[in-house]
């Protein structure tokens, strides 16, 4: 970026130089501004220098353009890989040996005692008295009233009168004719077959198994006593001390060791052996055998023949008659009889009674037995074992991406410019001519360039292909 900042500001001195040089010249042609009989041998110098008037000039000016540029740029993926590791694995294994131990067990047994009590039981007597009580009781008694009323009773009639109808009877005819038909027949044919099947049968056997056992040795060891160093007096020199070595007094240490040996037993153990036997099983076949027969079916054909016949239909006439009748109404009477009732109400008594019981109460005695176990004593074995696992690691991947990146680019335009002239006009001087620039006759007026500051490119966002 700063050799690119440097190189701008060159070029942009480079040109204002050489517009600033044309310019002195009266334009980019040197004098070609001037009039033709200027250049004449002959004429005035000052009329040549000034013109017919005002003339135009083009001017080089500078400016900075914004671009767009493409360039690479590198970005860091971060992606995964599996690595395969080998390691080494400590695998613990349980294993067992035999221990025996001794065991106190308790012997529980039950035993009864004959306690003596005395029960109060309660004795209960139904006993009656007498009540008498005078009650009330209502006598319903059921009278009849007589009631007229009149009725309407209908007096039917039934008359007859004849209709004629039409009916089609049918004709029924029954007729033959001879169809084949396939009728299957079962045969039935039994067969024997040998059938397999297997009896299992007890063998006794008796063989010999070696039962690993032991005792308990006691044992006496003496373990010497360590050396330990010691300062005594020289015998030669009683002024200096040497060190000497000195064994320590031993000491004796006792101790159980377990003795294993082998006892063989004789075990008997049955098994089950088995054995194929064979024995005939009958079955029985069935097959469909085809039988053609040809026999007569009937059937009936059917003709509708129209008949003409007469009936009489009956139909029934109402008349209302009425009619009085006469009908009793029941109702009910009630009245009060006094009457004195006697009942006996019993009651319940009760008497405590003492009974002398005797009840068997159970107590348990516990007596200690010793009986000798064995165990199994797990321990732990520790191996190492070589396994492979996977182990997953990160890392970046460089790539090249294409990022869009604006810059300002310096551009140089030509423009004109107006100069001033006429200086034998006036004082002389371009003062009043319009230009306003100050400066002297049949020379030419720059117009101000204001230089650039230097821009730095502006970077856009980075855009990926």
């Not at 050396?227 to 020199?237: A, E, F, G, L, R």
């Amino acid at each position: 970026m700063k050799r690119l900042m440097l190189g701008a500001a060159a070029a942009v001195t480079v040109l204002l130089n050489s517009g600033v040089l044309m310019a002195g010249l009266l334009g980019k042609g040197g004098y070609s501004g001037c009039a033709t009989s200027a250049c004449s041998p002959c004429g005035d110098f000052v009329a040549a220098r000034c013109g017919n008037g005002p003339q135009c000039q083009m001017v080089q000016e500078t400016i900075w353009e914004p671009q767009q540029y493409t360039c690479m740029k590198t970005v860091y993926d971060q992606c995964t890989e599996s690595i395969p590791v080998t390691c080494t694995k400590n695998v613990y294994e349980t294993c067992y040996r035999d221990e025996c131990y001794t065991v106190c067990k308790p012997v529980y047994t039950t035993c009864y005692k004959t306690c003596t009590y005395n029960v109060c039981k309660p004795v209960y007597t139904t006993c009656y008295r007498d009540v008498t009580c005078r009650v009330r009781k209502p006598v319903y008694q059921t009278c009849y009233r007589e009631c007229c009323y009149t009725v309407c009773k209908p007096v039917y009639q039934t008359c007859y009168r004849t209709v004629c109808y039409n009916v089609c009877k049918p004709v029924y005819q029954t007729c033959y004719k001879d169809v084949c038909c396939t009728t299957y027949k079962t045969e039935s044919e039994t067969c024997y077959k040998d059938v397999c099947y297997t009896v299992c049968k007890p063998v006794t056997e008796s063989h010999t198994v070696d039962v690993c056992c032991g005792d308990w040795v006691t044992e006496t060891k003496c373990i010497p006593g360590p050396i330990v160093k010691k300062c005594v007096v020289d015998p030669c020199n009683p002024c200096c001390t040497k060190t000497v070595c000195v064994q320590c007094p031993s000491r004796t240490v006792t101790c159980r060791k377990w003795v294993p040996k082998v006892v063989q037993k004789t075990v008997t153990c049955t098994r089950m052996v088995p054995e194929v036997c064979h024995k005939q099983v009958p079955y029985t076949v069935c097959r469909q055998v085809p039988v053609t027969t040809t026999k007569k079916v009937p059937y009936t054909t059917c003709t509708f023949v129209q008949e003409t016949c007469t009936k009489q239909v009956p139909y029934t006439t109402c008349t209302m008659t009425q009619q009085t009748c006469t009908k009793k109404i029941p109702y009910t009477t009630c009245s009060w009889t006094e009457q004195c009732i006697t009942r006996r109400v019993p009651y319940t008594t009760c008497k405590m009674v003492t009974e002398c019981c005797t009840k068997q109460i159970p107590y348990t005695v516990c007596k200690m037995e010793q009986h000798t176990c064995t165990r199994k004593v797990p321990y732990t074995v520790c191996r190492q074992v070589c396994e492979t696992r996977t182990v997953t690691r990160t890392k970046c991947v460089p790539r090249q991406v294409c990022v869009t990146m604006t810059r300002c680019v310096p551009r140089v335009v030509c423009r004109p410019v107006q100069t001033c002239c006429d200086p034998c006009s006036g004082n002389g001087a371009c003062g009043n001519a319009g230009c306003g620039t100050g400066a002297a006759c049949g020379e030419t007026a720059i117009a101000p360039v204001a230089e650039p500051a230097a821009a730095a490119p502006v970077e856009a966002a980075p855009v990926a292909q």
